[in-house]
């Protein structure tokens, strides 16, 4: 016992501070400018998903709720796709969460569209799809939201007006796989977070199937706690109740916590090309929709 006390305060010192550092380093900075330059046409964007589902009446469109800052006001769509042979399964889709993180709404722009123009695609899976979670950072090109707020680390204190929308919706449903999309700024390849699973056997898959495409993975992504593993973070259930009580926890987290079992996340390197970027995106989601077909 005398030395298990000290070996329990030191975990205990460890877990305080990382907590501190996690609290500080979660995002965020002071609004912004309500004249910030638009640099993305968000109704554009809509339209252009709008037109393609019109004539599929097995493709659904949700408004979940008004993002406004201002005279800036949009849409949180979600698009959702079912009713064609009895799916099976229940998937949600996301992305550009992040703002400057494009890559993933285009992925799931052109997935609608390829759904819409073949509707045998994945017959055994229902589809709820919301491709800019966060609209006003989307459009202007930025990380946060107006108010300067990291939504992706608000899923535990609920401060910010996107979060309250996606939990609101998302609280009454439960999936059998959530896939998120991001992209980082200073890797310099992909990797995927895996959320508190019994094994790494799809996660290496996608691994080696993107290094075969000649994709570079990533081996150091800076972390308070969790290390990559030659492109996979393998987040343990312990770590996404404590990103919970330090109150930073990810769109993510909440999702593998209270709507999932099955729940990734994609990163793809900004320095890369757009074209670079959107394949690894769709070839990462479309692997773990085929692995859930095969269930």
């Known amino acids: 016992m005398r030395h298990w006390i ?7 010192a460890f877990i305080l501070c990382a907590a ?21 046409d968000i109704a554009a964007f809509y339209q252009r998903l709008d037109d393609a589902v019109a004539p599929q009446s097995f493709i659904q469109v949700k408004t979940l709720g008004q993002v406004a800052y201002g005279d800036f006001t949009a849409p949180l769509k979600l698009y959702s796709i079912a009713n064609r042979s009895g799916s099976k399964y229940k ?10 993180e494009p890559a993933g709404a285009e992925a799931l722009a052109q997935f609608i569209e390829s759904i819409a123009h073949d509707p045998s695609l994945y017959p055994d899976i229902s589809f709820e799809i919301v ?23 608000d899923f535990a204190t609920m401060a910010t007006q996107e979060a309250r929308i996606m939990s609101g919706y998302l609280k009454q449903n439960r999936y059998d796989l959530f896939l ?21 056997k799809l996660s290496r898959k996608i691994i080696q199937s993107l290094k075969d495409m000649g994709y570079q993975a990533e081996q ?38 209270y709507n999932s079992d099955l729940v990734y996340t994609i990163e793809s390197p900004t320095r890369l090309e757009p ?6 995106h769709l070839k990462a989601q479309g692997m773990t929709l085929d692995d859930l077909e095969k269930r």
């Not at 491709?131 to 939504?151: E, L, T, V």
């Open 220 to 257: 150091n992504v800076n972390m308070v706690i969790l290390k990559t593993d030659d492109g996979l973070i393998d987040a343990p259930m312990w770590g996404l109740w404590y990103m919970s009580t330090t109150g930073q926890l990810s769109l993510a987290n909440y999702a593998r916590l």
């Open 180 to 200: 998120d999309h991001h992209e980082d700024p200073d890797a310099t390849g992909f990797y995927l977070y895996q959320y508190a699973m019994p094994d790494q």
């Open 20 to 40: 501190i550092s996690l609290s500080c380093a979660s995002g965020g900075r002071e609004p912004l400018s309500l004249n910030t330059p638009v640099v993305r």
């Open 275 to 280: 074209i670079d970027r959107l394949n690894i």
């Open 131 to 153: 491709p800019i979670a966060n609209p006003w950072g989307w459009s202007h090109d930025i990380r946060f939201n107006r108010d300067g707020k990291d939504i992706h680390r």
């Open 6 to 12: 000290p070996r329990f305060t030191f975990s205990l």
């Open 91 to 100: 998937v949600f889709l996301e992305g550009a969460i992040h703002g400057n």
